[in-house]
């Protein structure tokens, strides 16, 4: 699948590609994996004990505030601000094996 216009933001610093991390974790296989979970990246202590899960009810706030979803989170992203945006970049998260 091709990846949603708001999904420019995203790759600046997360890699589609499994096991290839950048300034942010790969997005292979992001969808229903636990956050802070992906071997071979250094998460915020915060990301790692928060306990989520990405799904769609998690990811539709994270993507719109990630500030307030995961506080003390690493990622310097202010959010999707366009909710079809959001849905769009959940359904091509869903795509990444």
């Given at each position: 699948?091709?990846a949603p216009?708001?999904?420019?933001l995203?790759?600046?610093?997360h ?8 300034v942010?974790?790969?997005?292979a ?12 990246f ?13 799904d ?5 706030k ?13 990622m310097?992203?202010a ?16 795509t990444?094996?």
């Open positions: 699948a091709d216009a708001g999904f420019t995203c790759k600046a610093c890699s589609v590609e499994a096991g290839k991390n950048g942010g974790p790969s997005l296989g992001v969808y229903g994996r636990k956050a802070g979970t992906i071997s071979g250094k998460f915020s202590d915060p990301h790692i004990k928060s306990g989520l899960t990405w769609e009810p998690t990811l539709t994270y993507l719109a505030d990630p500030k307030t979803v995961i506080p003390g989170n690493k310097v992203f959010g999707l601000k366009n909710p079809d945006d959001v849905k769009a970049v959940i359904e091509y998260l869903k990444l094996k």
